[in-house]
Structures are given as C-alpha cells and as structure tokens.
C-alpha cells in the first residue's frame, strides 16, 4: 500500500501575513517569530522553520467532518512557504524527532484505528494502519502537543 502526505494550500494563509497584531488576534492568530530551528513545524512545507523566520499560529479544523471527531487546534504556517510540499511513500521532516498520533477515519470521518509512532516508526505505523481496509485517511497529530501534523491519503502509484 503506498500513501502520499501533502502539505496545506498556502493561498488561504498567504493573507494572514499582510494584517497587523490586531486583525491578527480577531482571527484568533499571532505573528511569531522562530527563536530556533527546531519546534516550529509549518504545515505547508512539513518541515520546521528556521531561527528568524516568520510564521503565523492561528486555529484550523484539521478534520472538518459532521462527527464527534471533528477537529480543530493550532498550527504554524511560515511566511515563506509558497507551495504545498508533498511526499509520496516516506515521511516528511517534521515526523522526525516527534512521537506522532496517527488516527485512521474511515469514509464517514469515523476513527477506525490508531497508532502512536515513536520518532523514526511514523512509515512503518502508517502502513499498518492502512492494511486495514476501512481506513480511508489518516490524521497525524504531534502526540505531545495535539497539534495537527498532516493528512495521510492512500495512493496509487
């Protein structure tokens, strides 16, 4: 079974970064600053920002289904990240070093399944995951903060 992870659409975000602090909070969002390289995980580009770079926290529902596994929580876009990143059968830099939730819904948003991947077992998590044939996609989560990682789809080659 092979799977693909895709890093979120920039053009819904690209906005953010042209509003001030205050229009930034009526969003319920805020302008940070990375103070290091390591901990600031944007998910357009699924990999973590650098010392010094832009990013916007704001609230997004990760998992927008009519169930009571609807999901919304904080993420981090970064100001430079212009294209939706992709990774096709491997995991992509912001699952290392990280234990990852990986919660497996099927066709109705229903959680079928779930792992926890300690850091350097998300592939290997996934892919079991996916032998089960009612898992439609998945949803990694950061298992020590909550936070939204990526969505994980099934792909045919």
């Known amino acids: ?33 990375a103070p290091a390289s390591q901990g600031f995980p944007c998910r357009i580009s699924l990999r973590d920002a650098a ?27 970064r100001k430079d990240a212009t294209e939706a990143a992709e990774y096709i059968d491997t995991c992509p830099p912001v699952f290392e070093g990280r234990p990852i939730a990986l919660r497996g819904f099927d ?12 850091p350097g077992g998300a592939d290997a998590a996934i892919r079991s995951l996916l032998e089960n044939d009612a898992i439609a996609y998945i949803d990694a989560h950061n298992a020590a903060h909550g936070c939204f990682a990526a969505r994980v789809e099934r792909h045919d080659a």
Do not use: K, W
């Open 107 to 118: 066709g109705d948003g229903m959680l079928a399944d779930a792992r926890l991947a300690l």
């Open 1 to 33: 079974m092979t799977y693909r992870i895709a890093g979120l659409d920039p053009a819904p975000f690209n906005p953010l970064f042209a509003l001030d602090e205050e229009a930034l909070a009526a969003q319920m969002a805020r302008r940070v600053v």
């Open 51 to 77: 010392e010094g770079e832009e990013l916007v926290l704001l609230n997004y529902t990760s998992h927008d289904v009519d169930t009571p596994y609807r999901n919304a929580f904080a993420i981090y876009v």
